[in-house]
């Protein structure tokens, strides 16, 4: 994407919130930046390093129950806080990262699938972030479309930032060594690649940023619980959009995020939501086999096979 065209993408949808449409276009590309946001910050450990996680919903409920935590107890606004929610679930991550990342494989996904599971136990045991009553957060005074537009506006910095970061690392040093470890992290670390220091960099950042997105979910769930907090359903859906866009790039995820997103929203309005999850998950599953890379990948390729129009003869040549 030139930047000619992310510019003027992103004044798209600074003023699309004023143009004119209703709450629910506002939700919908709402939830669109969330998936965004979730799926590229999954990408940066389980697309560039190759660490197949299941337990990013511990960091997105992490994320989540630090905002709710501040506004609850303390009366702060997670539009202020959902930075320390970041914080928190990065911090997390740097605690439970070095056991787990000395694991590979099914091993690691297996082990952090446990983790989230074994956080929403602890969250759900705990008196003081509501146990299994949850906790209700007071939304601002506000009418439902101004709330609508903020929480519009906050998702999508949510969404520019971890695409920015995402691409930042991709293309960096960074993005190179952890290349190096995906392909092979014995051949990188005998060639001096920091491969811990980088998989605890990736992770770390990673966390971050999905505890980051949690904490505005929360607050426009107005009401946290650790069933939906710490779904397992939500990690498996972070995967599922980055493989379907493509892993091994920056913008694959995105990609994923918006036609899964969409083409789960169409499903649901024309055939009802159980139907539609049937549907849209023989469709995922189909598309991962038959594009393992991703859709990114192979539209790239389709782009080069193209035939290109003949170059112009110089009129010099052209005589006879």
Same mark, same amino acid.
């Given at each position: 994407?030139?930047?000619?065209?992310?510019?003027?993408?992103?004044?798209?949808?600074?003023?699309?919130?004023?143009?004119?449409?209703?709450?629910?276009?506002?939700?919908?590309?709402?939830?669109?930046?969330?998936?965004?946001?979730?799926?590229?910050?999954?990408?940066?450990?389980?697309?560039?390093?190759?660490?197949?996680?299941?337990?990013?919903?511990?960091?997105?409920?992490?994320?989540?129950?630090?905002?709710?935590?501040?506004?609850?107890?303390?009366?702060?606004?997670?539009?202020?806080?959902?930075?320390?929610?970041?914080?928190?679930?990065?911090?997390?991550?740097?605690?439970?990262?070095?056991?787990?990342?000395?694991?590979?494989?099914?091993?690691?996904?297996?082990?952090?699938?446990?983790?989230?599971?074994?956080?929403?136990?602890?969250?759900?045991?705990?008196?003081?972030?509501?146990?299994?009553?949850?906790?209700?957060?007071?939304?601002?005074?506000?009418?439902?479309?101004?709330?609508?537009?903020?929480?519009?506006?906050?998702?999508?910095?949510?969404?520019?930032?971890?695409?920015?970061?995402?691409?930042?690392?991709?293309?960096?040093?960074?993005?190179?060594?952890?290349?190096?470890?995906?392909?092979?992290?014995? &051949?990188?670390?005998?060639? @001096?690649?920091? %491969? /811990? +220091? #980088?998989?605890?960099? =990736? !992770?770390?950042?990673?966390? *971050?940023?999905?505890?980051?997105?949690?904490?505005?979910?929360?607050?426009?769930?107005?009401?946290?619980?650790?069933?939906?907090?710490?779904?397992?359903?939500?990690?498996?859906?972070?995967?599922?959009?980055?493989?379907?866009?493509?892993?091994?790039?920056? &913008?694959?995820?995105?990609? @994923?995020?918006? %036609? /899964? +997103? #969409?083409?789960?929203? =169409? !499903?649901?309005?024309?055939? *009802?939501?159980?139907?539609?999850?049937?549907?849209?998950?023989?469709?995922?599953?189909?598309?991962?086999?038959?594009?393992?890379?991703?859709?990114?990948?192979?539209?790239?390729?389709?782009?080069?096979?193209?035939?290109?129009?003949?170059?112009?003869?110089? &009129?010099?040549?052209?005589?006879?």
């Amino acid at each position: 994407m030139s930047r000619a065209v992310a510019a003027g993408l992103a004044v798209v949808l600074l003023i699309f919130p004023w143009v004119g449409t209703g709450e629910y276009p506002l939700a919908l590309l709402y939830s669109t930046f969330m998936y965004v946001a979730l799926a590229v910050a999954w990408n940066v450990i389980g697309g560039f390093a190759g660490y197949l996680s299941f337990g990013h919903a511990a960091f997105f409920g992490l994320g989540g129950y630090t905002t709710g935590f501040f506004l609850v107890r303390a009366g702060l606004s997670p539009f202020l806080t959902a930075p320390l929610g970041a914080a928190v679930a990065a911090a997390f991550a740097a605690l439970a990262g070095y056991p787990c990342l000395r694991l590979r494989g099914p091993y690691f996904a297996v082990v952090t699938m446990i983790l989230g599971l074994a956080v929403r136990a602890v969250v759900l045991n705990l008196p003081w972030t509501g146990a299994a009553e949850g906790l209700w957060m007071t939304l601002p005074p506000w009418e439902p479309i101004v709330a609508r537009r903020a929480f519009y506006y906050a998702m999508l910095a949510v969404a520019l930032v971890t695409v920015l970061a995402g691409r930042a690392v991709r293309l960096g040093k960074i993005g190179v060594g952890l290349e190096a470890i995906r392909e092979d992290e014995e &051949a990188a670390q005998s060639i @001096g690649v920091p %491969v /811990v +220091r #980088l998989k605890m960099s =990736a !992770l770390i950042l990673s966390a *971050g940023l999905t505890g980051l997105a949690g904490g505005i979910y929360a607050y426009d769930r107005s009401y946290i619980h650790p069933d939906f907090m710490f779904d397992l359903h939500l990690s498996v859906l972070a995967v599922l959009m980055a493989l379907l866009g493509g892993r091994q790039s920056w &913008a694959g995820p995105i990609l @994923g995020a918006v %036609v /899964v +997103r #969409l083409v789960d929203e =169409a !499903l649901t309005v024309r055939v *009802g939501t159980e139907a539609a999850r049937i549907i849209f998950g023989l469709g995922l599953a189909l598309v991962i086999v038959l594009l393992p890379d991703g859709v990114l990948p192979y539209l790239e390729r389709l782009r080069w096979r193209a035939p290109r129009p003949p170059a112009a003869v110089p &009129a010099a040549q052209a005589r006879p």
